[in-house]
């Protein structure tokens, strides 16, 4: 059992029970707003719902998980106690804190901004607030990962550091700057504004602050699947991790490209010109190497555990995957997602495909089936097998598990490829109501309906999660014993010392986040007469 | 052949075919950021290149964006101007009206918050960001009427801020042009 289940557990809890409100907002939105919902006599209750949704699957629950998971990986793979519990629960209790001063003013209506903010509309200051300390609670995280690196790195010079825990490392630092674009915009921005100091904002430049913490983001929601990808399915499945040095390069490549391409968000926009835009577009498809990279190295580590159990043949080997076992499955389903979903992306990036969908259900569709999709079905599976080690109970309803993750699976796609098709069709994104009744939307119908029960199918896949996790806080005691991670086929004797550190990719990070972002944000930042006025939510 | 050795060997394979994917992945990237370059050079697709900024608080007093200027004009040369503005929660002109098969340029700004232009079957994207002017070349080869929402939530009445594009034949939109002023769907 782990030391900290307790820690562990609380992350974990608050993030589940989180994402229930929050799935169930989301199923009830697509539903109020297809043809067979009724017309919501007030469209502002769907605006508080999609505040919610949005604030809490972005900022909270993937913060939870990432967190929890981080302090798994540091007591087991480093296999030593952790350095700063009381500061790990500080931070915690400031992100359960955040989350309810930010989910009040949403409640009262008082901050229907959603959670990408849109100044210059300007919602109440503790809202903002809210936010401000759910990144300030897992700043704290990120500070306590790499503390608990360097006492270990002391105590074992030279030493490989284990790969689950270089790259739990990476996924912190990686969050602790992009936040700091939205940090940024709050703080100098928005929080004066919110708080009567100030009543004009540049919503331009806000936007060019937002891009920077926008993108990266996605990539601190993947790390811990990625982590469970390299460390945790090999072990699982019975196999071994393919390449050991290609894992190390793949996290490093995340952490230095992840950051400088946050501006494909705003090809449709006015404020940037189009070198820079097209400078983040050739840093976007950078992007896609570290996940070609890791699509490999992961299918050779399968097929290393499926030879092992006797596969034979060019593709036969396939059958001889362990299917039944939930890891397997989940790692199954969340290649698929991401192979459209990566696909998608790349026209998202296209400096000229992007006009087609920008702002269209496409998108819509695009970022769940990558996160709520690839990202989220194996943050499923991270808890079923992190569950025994922090219970110390056996999980038993393994035909449950595998039901759960089918109907996430199929629900994802369900919901997905139409909102994608009406998306192609032109239909606009944050709509509270769509009149099936313009012979021109009339076509659309059909297609929302799919995806609505999708939605519905996502709801009660949840629901399962929650039931199971739940029951398995009940089930027989059983010792799971020490919790491993995956071993590599080579295992690292010697690492090279640009494979075991973080500083140089840190830095480099650093450097092209100021190349790609410093001239735009100063250009925008002393041009005269760019403030607008503000228009506060909930005032008129 | 020892143990050792064998392993060894096979972790020189290992690398080989991992360089081997690593290359072809490199190659699909760098093809495609080509691609980009080329069509956005030789082609001339690419997003809004220039920026220019106006003034939200005033844009109904003076400049570009009064009232009397908003609407399609006929250039000299046979293109069409569209100045059209976004505002809580409707766009004006609610409807624009367009000749076929003509170089357009939909010049446009918001008065209040972000809104968004998106003309439905067609690539026609762009934000309206209040102190920015967003600028769109766009050319329609058929007539009809496209329907024209705001893509950007706007905030409570963002749903129901849709507006029109009416594309007509070029001869009826000269003939309308003739009397001279700011054209719109409105009088037809």
């Known amino acids: 059992m782990l030391a900290n289940r307790k820690l562990i557990l609380a992350h974990f809890w608050f993030a589940f029970a989180l994402f229930g409100v929050a799935l169930t907002l989301g199923a009830w939105q697509m539903f109020i707003r297809s043809p067979i919902g009724t017309w919501l006599s007030n469209p502002e209750l769907y605006y508080r719902s999609l505040t919610a949704h949005g604030t809490v699957m972005g900022y909270v629950f993937p913060t939870l998980v990432a967190m929890g998971f981080g302090y798994a990986i540091s007591e087991s793979a480093l296999e030593q106690r952790l350095v700063g519990v009381r500061w790990a629960w500080t931070g915690f209790w400031l992100i359960v804190v955040g989350s309810v001063m930010a989910v009040i003013p949403i409640a009262l209506g008082r901050a229907s901004v959603l959670y990408t903010f849109y100044p210059p509309l300007i919602g109440n200051v503790f809202y903002y607030l809210g936010v401000v300390l759910v990144v300030v609670g897992s700043w704290i995280w990120v500070a306590l990962m790499s503390i608990n690196l360097r006492v270990w790195r002391r105590a074992h010079p030279g030493a490989p550091v284990p790969l689950a825990m270089f790259a739990n490392v990476a996924g912190s630092y990686l969050w602790a700057w992009t936040a700091v674009g939205a940090a940024l915009e709050l703080l100098l921005q928005i929080i004066p504004v919110a708080a009567g100091l100030k009543n004009t904002i540049d919503a331009g430049l806000a936007r060019i602050f937002f891009s920077w913490t926008l993108h990266a983001i996605v990539y601190f929601w993947l790390m811990p699947t990625y982590i469970a990808y390299y460390t945790i399915v090999p072990r699982a499945i019975g196999g071994r991790v393919y390449s050991d040095t290609m894992a190390r390069i793949s996290f490093i490549l995340f952490l230095v490209v992840a950051m400088p391409i946050g501006m494909h968000h705003t090809f449709a926009d006015p404020q940037v010109g189009a070198g820079f835009k097209f400078i983040h577009s050739a840093f976007t498809a950078l992007v896609a190497l570290p996940t070609l990279l890791t699509v490999f190295t992961i299918c050779a580590s399968v097929e290393i555990a499926a030879r092992l159990r006797g596969g034979r043949g060019l593709f036969g080997w396939i059958r001889a ?28 990036m296209s400096y000229q495909l992007d006009a087609s969908i920008h702002n269209t259900q496409w998108i819509t569709g695009h970022f769940h089936l990558i996160f709520g999709g690839a990202i989220v079905i194996i943050y499923f599976a991270i808890a079923y097998d992190l569950w025994p080690h922090l219970t110390g109970r056996e999980l038993i309803d393994m035909r449950l598990i595998r039901t759960q993750l089918w109907l996430w699976f199929i ?21 509270a109501y769509f009149d099936f009744g313009d012979p021109a939307i009339a076509p659309q119908a059909l297609s929302v309906i799919l995806s609505v029960i999708g939605g519905f199918i996502l709801l009660t896949s949840g629901i399962l999660f929650l039931v199971i996790l739940a029951r398995g806080m009940r089930a027989p005691q059983a010792d799971a014993g020490a919790y491993r991670f995956a ?31 410093g001239y735009p944000i100063l250009n925008l930042a002393t041009s005269a007469g760019t403030s607008v006025p503000a228009v506060y939510v909930g005032a008129q | 052949m020892s143990a050792q050795e064998t392993h060894a060997g096979s972790a020189e394979v290992a690398a080989r075919v991992e360089r081997r994917w690593a290359t072809i992945a490199v190659i699909i990237i760098a093809g495609m950021a080509l691609l980009a370059a080329f069509a956005g050079i030789h082609q001339a697709t690419m997003p809004q290149p220039r920026v220019e900024t106006t003034d939200p608080s005033r844009i109904h007093l003076s400049g570009e964006f009064v009232e009397s200027n908003l609407g399609s004009v006929l250039e000299p040369n046979g293109n069409v101007t569209v100045r059209a503005i976004g505002q809580q929660y409707s766009f004006t002109p609610a409807c624009i009206v367009v000749p076929v098969d003509t170089p357009i340029t939909l010049r446009a700004t918001s008065a209040d918050v972000v809104h968004g232009i998106l003309i439905q079957g067609t690539n026609v994207n762009t934000m309206l960001v209040p102190g920015y002017i967003s600028e769109q070349l766009m050319r329609f080869t058929k007539t009809g009427d496209y329907l024209m929402p705001c893509q950007e939530f706007c905030s409570f009445g963002h749903e ?29």
């Open chain 1, 321 to 348: 995957l362990p299917w039944d076992n939930p890891m397997m499955l989940a790692l199954a389903f969340s290649f698929v997602m991401l192979g459209f979903g990566g696909a998608g992306g790349l026209i998202n």
């Open chain 1, 411 to 431: 629900g994802m796609i369900v919901t997905t490829f139409p909102w994608h098709w009406v998306g192609i069709l032109g239909m606009p994104r944050r709509m």
């Open chain 1, 487 to 517: 071993l590599a086929v080579h295992q690292p004797t010697i690492v090279p010392v640009a494979l075991n550190t973080h500083a140089l990719w840190v830095a480099l990070m650093i450097v092209l986040t100021i190349t790609n972002y």
């Open chain 2, 160 to 188: 129901g801020m849709w507006g029109k594009v009416k594309v007509i034949d070029r001869t009826d939109f000269a003939t309308r042009a003739k009397a001279g002023g700011r054209l719109s769907c409105v009088g037809q």
